[in-house]
């Protein structure tokens, strides 16, 4: 019994993923600005979600680096930002959907971008 209820369970997990059609958000903080010293940013998602980066400015893509999984228990790791940086981020969650129907894979511009101006 124990078995099936865990199938069960499984089931409606994967079920409820299929009509999952609603792409997580995303705020980073502190957000733009400037900064004396050193800077932790956080950056938190509406649910569940892997966030992809770029700390040079270029477009992030699914090759960029990833911060792991954050959501609704626990928030995702801090990126230390020691000098002026332009971070460049889209967020996935576990259905595929992408922050703001970004397109990885094309040319749009439509992924979160935040600068921090450190003196």
């Known amino acids: 019994m124990e078995f099936a209820n865990g199938l069960i369970g499984l089931m409606k997990v994967a079920y409820n993923s299929a009509k999952d059609h609603q792409p997580p958000s995303s705020k980073s903080t502190p957000g733009n600005g ?5 800077v932790d940013v956080k950056i938190e998602t509406s649910e ?30 801090t990126l230390k930002i020691e000098k002026t ?13 992408i922050e ?6 094309g ?12 003196k």
């Not at 400037?34 to 050193?38: A, E, H, I, S």
């Not at 699914?62 to 626990?74: A, D, V, Y």
């Not at 703001?100 to 894979?105: A, G, M, S, T």
Request: net charge positive.
């Open 34 to 38: 400037k900064y004396t010293g050193p």
């Open 48 to 77: 569940p979600a892997t966030i992809y980066y770029t700390l040079d400015g270029s477009r992030p893509t699914f090759q960029s680096t990833k911060i792991k999984l954050s959501g609704t228990r626990e928030f995702a790791e």
């Open 107 to 118: 040319n749009g511009k439509n992924y979160n971008s935040v600068t921090l101006t450190i």
């Open 85 to 97: 940086t332009t971070i460049n981020y889209f967020t996935v969650d576990a259905a595929g959907n």
């Open 100 to 105: 703001k129907n970004f397109n990885p894979l």
